[in-house]
Structure formats: C-alpha cells, structure tokens
C-alpha cells in the first residue's frame, strides 16, 4: 500500500514542505529503499525508525519499502524526519485510515520510540499556516513553541504509540494553545541592567552614543576593568525590536535550538559572544546540520568579539559581508544558504601584552617596543570599519564599594529611542537608517561644518594625520553627539568628542 504524510525541510531559517512517500510492496524480498536526496541525520532515520517501530510491534520489515522524500532536488537533512517517516509506514501498512493530508508531522524518535525536541519547530509552524495547513504534530516539548503561531491546531506529544492513539481515535491528544496576553507581552526580560557598572563615566557615554546611531565599538583596557560586563549590557539600551524584527530574531533562535521562553517571540536583543577559538562553523553556521552561527544568532543584536587582537585575518574577512550586507552566505559540499545577520559589533582588548599599560592600579611590565609592536596590529582593513574607540580604566576596590550605582539601562534606552527616531526621520528617502550607515553622499548631505568645526578639525589633522576612512567615522560619530544633544548641525564640542573615541589613530601617529 501508499501513504503520503507532510513534514517541512529546513533551508536557512525559512521551512520548505517535504512529501515523505512510503510503498510497502506485498511481494517481494525484505528490503528498505531510501530515495529523494536524504543527506546524512535522514539516513539515519531509518535504523532510529525501524528499530522504534519494531519496540511497538510493528512487523511489516519482512516486505519490500520504497521511502522517497519529494520534491527530489533538494538535499534533506534533520532527525525531525523520523515521525514523518514512521507516521507514513503505519499508514502505508494499513494501521491509519484517516485522511492525513491537513496534517505536518515533526519530530525525532528515540530507539524506544519516544518523541525528541527538535529545532526549527517555528519556521515550520509559521510555514505550514501560510501553506493552509490545519494541523501540526510535534515532540511534546515543542508544542509552546509552535503554539506562538496563530491559525493552526499545534498537538504535542511525548512518544510515537500517543501519536498513533490519535490519530487512530483512540486518544484525545493535547492542544496547545498560549494565552493571548502571554503571546502579547512584549516586557524586556533581560538579566543585566546597566545600573550594574559603577563609575566609568567615558565607557557608559562611549556604548551610548554607540547604541545611539549603531556604531561599532572597541573598548581598551586591563583585564577585570569591566569590558564585557558593559559590552553585554548594550543589548539592554537598544531600542525594543519591531515586530518583524522579532518574528525573525526568534526563527534564528528556533534554529539554532537556543530558544528559552517558548511561549512567546523573542523581544530582547541577544548578545552573541565569540572568542578567536571559536570554529568557523560555530562563527558563520554549518548547512551539515543546517544550523546559524554565532554571527547570526547576533542578528538585531549584538556581536561580542572578545581578545579582539587574537583574532585571525580570515575571520575577520567573514565579518566583512555581514557588517556589510547584513546576511551571512554559508557555503558547503555545493549547497548555499544564507541566514540574516545584522549586528552591532563590540570588541575588546588589552592595551598592551600584559594588559596594564595606562592602568591606574596596576603597573605595566611591557617594554615600549612590546607596547608597540602590540599597537600595531591595531590598524588594518577591519580596524577601520570600528567607529567608536574607549578606553575603560579599571576601578579599585575602594571605588567599586563606594561608588554608587549608575543609570538604569530603561532611562539610557529611552534617549536612544529619541535619537533612532531623529534618524529614522533625516533619512526616510536614503534606504538606510542610521548615522553609522552613511555614505560619502550622506556624509555631504547631513554633516556640514561649520567655520569653527573645519578649523578645529584642521587643526587635530595636523597633530593626528587622520586617514580618510577615519575622518569619515568622526563626522559620522559628532552627527549621532549632535543628535544626542538634539542640535540641529553639528558644532564643534560634539567634533571634540568624536574625535577622543579615535583613540587608535592616535596611537597610530606615536609609533
Ligand atoms: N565598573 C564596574 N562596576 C561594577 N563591577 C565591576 C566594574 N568593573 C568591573 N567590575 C567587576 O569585575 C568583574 C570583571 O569584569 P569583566 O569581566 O567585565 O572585565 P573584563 O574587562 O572583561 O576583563 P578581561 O580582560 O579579563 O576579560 C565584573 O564581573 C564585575 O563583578
Ligand atoms: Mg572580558
Ligand atoms: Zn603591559
């Protein structure tokens, strides 16, 4: 007999559906035939389905089965074929009748047939409603998060004889549906606060104007001063994500298998934290297992690059196209897919090799020529796509028991609110949104100077010798002061200040 059962294949972050087709020949020699582009976890499938299937007493392996996955020119890959693959030999041995055709089914199977978690259950969810789909079975512990998506039944169950129950009649079968308030609540659940970092006054200032008009950002400083604790709190002081931007966010995070609160989108901003020991598939993502990287789990948040001098060239070349382009192609054994990753970057390191040049607690034991051999790795094509430059002295221990705690990340975010909407406003006719987006056209446009402003920056040219690639980021950095400050052209403190975050360029001209 013939059976047809429904279920979705993965491509990005996006769900494609998938026919599974199982013929179970009376006649014939024992035999099970796998056809339609099955990749390796599909492969698999097959021992993890026949041999759950067999703990449930069902015999028909002795016959000839043709399994085909339509339609065939694309690669399949995931364990959530099992149920799908398992649903349709039950069905095609004659033990379901009923008619499957508005149903998906998800999910892996143990050998003993109980029903796994998978990931990408929301995309799959998102894609079976917009396919008419009416119903979809899933692994108990992924029915919130397909409950999120309105419009279709989501069923959940914990093992392979729950599913069969059903959909034979003999099981009610659990419905899950999340409250609307639930679903709706769009409250900012994070766990930091920038209320945490005591004192470091040029740093708060530094990842606020960085928030502001999404600059990229490089903090320097001695080990313990405090730098990831700031970099993972500017998360905290973007703006709440648009509704588009969350449905996305949370399609990454479902693929990816990070997703914590299933029973509503993703509304706070991640911080994505990668270290120069971080494999390249663990950075960009794998199409092996279809899984995003690091660099697109930042998506709409933040991308954290840790001992940023350790970093090898070639990563810091796959950083190019996202920074650029906002998407990361991956590419592998002849399949493409690219998953969105627009971030902000933050970066960090030591100002030198022991750490703890400038510092005002600890001495540096480096020799100057350690110091700026060190410096001078600090330039170079990525170097100059960094906006914002901090150096974060560390705090002694007096200071750090005395000083009390600083703005709450709810206060520095609502200015940043103020500032993104200016933005939005001046370029409304230029496809982009920020001032850190600004081309040379742009830059003409929206960062006149005046008399006083050419002057002043004539002058630090002189003693700086700033590149061009550098002046452009100070009048893209002075515009979001301006804005910041909500003056209408940009006057020379906010030069001034711009031109302190060029901390790099200043070293540069010293060696
Ligand atoms: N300004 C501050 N306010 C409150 N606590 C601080 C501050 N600076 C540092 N700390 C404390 O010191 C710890 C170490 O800071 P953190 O890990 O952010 O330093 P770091 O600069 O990233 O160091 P490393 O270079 O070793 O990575 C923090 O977890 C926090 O407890
Ligand atoms: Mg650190
Ligand atoms: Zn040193």
């Given at each position: 007999m013939f059976s047809k059962v429904l279920t979705f ?8 559906l998938v026919d599974v087709e199982v013929d179970i ?45 339509a ?12 149920l799908p693959i398992a649903i349709g030999l039950i069905a095609a041995a004659g033990f379901i009748t009923k008619d499957l055709t508005d149903t998906v089914f998800v ?21 079976a409603v917009?396919s008419g789909i009416k119903n979809i079975i899933v ?13 279709i039944n989501v069923y959940?169950f914990?093992?392979l004889?729950e599913v069969v129950g059903f959909l034979v009649g003999d099981l009610e079968g659990?419905r ?336």
């Open positions: 294949h993965l491509v990005g972050i996006d769900a494609v020949r009376e006649m014939g020699l024992p035999s099970f035939t796998v056809v339609g582009l099955a990749e390796g976890a599909v492969k698999e499938s097959k021992e993890r389905v026949k041999s759950a299937l067999k703990n449930l007493n069902f015999n028909f392996f002795s016959k000839p089965i043709t399994l085909n996955l339609p065939a020119d694309i690669k399949k890959d995931g364990s959530h074929f099992d999910g892996e199977l143990s050998l003993d047939g109980d029903l796994r978690g998978v990931n990408g259950v929301l995309p799959m969810t998102l894609s917009s692994p108990y512990e992924n029915g919130q998060e397909a409950a999120i998506v309105d419009g959940g914990k093992n004889s659990e899950f549906k999340i409250e609307k308030s639930q679903k709706e609540d769009d409250r900012l659940l994070y766990d930091v606060d920038f209320m945490d970092v005591k004192g470091q006054f040029l740093a708060r200032r530094a990842a606020e104007i960085a928030a502001s008009g999404m600059h990229n950002m490089l903090m320097i400083g001695s080990p313990g001063s405090g730098k990831t604790m700031i970099a993972k709190r500017i998360p905290t002081i973007l703006p709440p994500m648009s509704l588009e931007e969350s449905i996305e966010t949370t399609k990454i995070h479902s693929v990816a298998g990070i997703l914590k609160n299933k029973g509503r989108l993703v509304r706070e901003r991640y911080f994505s934290s990668i270290h120069h020991t971080t494999s390249d598939i663990a950075l960009i993502g794998g199409t092996r297992d279809a899984r995003p990287g690091a660099i697109s789990i930042a998506h709409n948040g933040v991308l954290f690059l840790d001992e940023f001098l350790e970093f090898k060239r070639t990563v810091l070349e796959v950083l190019r196209q996202p920074m650029e382009d906002g998407v990361i192609t991956v590419s592998r054994a002849n399949r493409t897919v690219t998953y969105p990753a627009k971030f902000m970057l933050v970066a960090a390191c030591n100002p030198c090799p022991c750490g703890f040049y400038g510092d005002p607690v600890k001495q540096c034991v480096c020799s100057e020529i350690q110091v700026k051999r060190y410096r001078s790795r600090l330039s170079g094509p990525l170097m100059d796509r960094i906006d914002i430059h901090v150096h974060v002295a560390s705090l002694n221990f007096d200071e750090l028991s005395s000083i009390p705690n600083g703005e709450s990340s709810e206060t520095i975010r609502k200015r940043v609110e103020q500032v993104h909407l200016i933005q939005r406003e001046r370029f409304k006719k230029d496809k982009i949104y920020f001032n850190s987006q600004m081309a040379e056209k742009h830059i003409k446009k929206y960062c006149q100077l005046n008399q006083d402003s050419i002057s002043l920056l004539e002058k630090v040219n002189k003693k700086y010798h700033f590149s061009a690639r550098s002046y452009s980021k100070i009048l893209k950095v002075a515009r979001t002061i301006a804005d910041m400050d909500g003056a209408e052209g940009i006057e020379t403190k906010h030069i001034m200040e711009a031109v302190k975050f060029r901390i790099t360029d200043q070293w540069t001209n010293e060696l």
